[in-house]
Antibody, heavy 124, light 108 residues
Framework: QITLKESGPTLVKPTQTLTLTCSFSGFSLTTSGVGVAWIRQPPGKALEWLATIYWDDQRRYNPSLESRLTSTKDTSKHHVVLRMTSMDPVDTGTYYC????????????????WGQGTTVIVSS | EIVLTQSPGTLSLSPGNTATLSCRASPILSIKYLAWYHQKPGQAPRLLIYGTSNRATGIPDRFSGSGSGTDFTLTINRLEPEDFAVYYCHQYGNSPYTFGQGTKLQIQ
């Protein structure tokens, strides 16, 4: 059974760097075709894809946020880390990580199992 | 960037009815890369459909997806109380991967 859980600070100040961890079980991020994505959702709004890191350490970032995002993985510890710099109040919302799957070997992957999400509030 | 526009914004129906949700892509999108999720209040989204028409594990056959090119549809037959939620379409064919703004399916 695949499970994921996000963790990190609930409150960050403007201009600070947010660091979130996605701890997972039930799969290996070294298995071909596997990825972990980050998605966020401002209160009452729609979902926004942020980044995906793949089995081969390839990464894809949303171009609108790419300069602020870094995704890394620690396969031995079964977790993925997302760093987002220069936090602003508009970055307030729920941040999810999700296991991704797709056609074998493709980076085009849908999110098939989601974590419960973690709330991040950006305020001074 | 592929923009996904969902309609209607809100759909009010009764249990037992059929819901038809629309997702329009601009520009054109391959049918391989369209998914649907639903999200209940306070919960994470749940995958329903991937590749336009493939049901995810554990999703009942009351849920079906169809479409091609720019127009995609999620149909839910025989609505049950647990189906009332917000539904999102999602394209994962072209980065940045995008979501529609959502359709809220509410009980009439």
């Amino acid at each position: 059974q695949i499970t994921l859980k996000e963790s990190g600070p609930t409150l960050v100040k403007p201009t600070q760097t947010l660091t979130l961890t996605c701890s997972f079980s039930g799969f290996s991020l070294t298995t071909s075709g596997v990825g972990v994505a980050w998605i966020r959702q401002p209160p009452g709004k729609a979902l926004e894809w942020l980044a995906t890191i793949y089995w081969d350490d390839q990464r894809r970032y949303n171009p609108s946020l790419e300069s602020r995002l870094t995704s890394t993985k620690d396969t031995s510890k079964h977790h993925v880390v997302l760093r987002m710099t220069s936090m602003d109040p508009v970055d307030t919302g729920t941040y999810y990580c999700a296991h991704t799957s797709g056609i074998r070997g493709s980076y085009r992957q849908y999110m098939d199992v989601w974590g419960q999400g973690t709330t991040v509030i950006v305020s001074s | 960037e592929i923009v996904l526009t969902q309609s209607p914004g809100t759909l009010s129906l009764s249990p037992g009815n059929t819901a038809t949700l629309s997702c329009r892509a601009s520009p054109i999108l391959s049918i391989k890369y369209l998914a649907w999720y639903h999200q209940k209040p306070g919960q994470a989204p749940r995958l329903l459909i991937y590749g336009t028409s493939n049901r995810a594990t554990g999703i009942p056959d009351r849920f079906s997806g169809s479409g091609s090119g720019t127009d995609f549809t999620l149909t839910i037959n025989r609505l049950e109380p647990e189906d009332f939620a917000v539904y999102y379409c999602h394209q994962y064919g072209n980065s940045p991967y995008t979501f529609g703004q959502g359709t809220k399916l509410q009980i009439q």
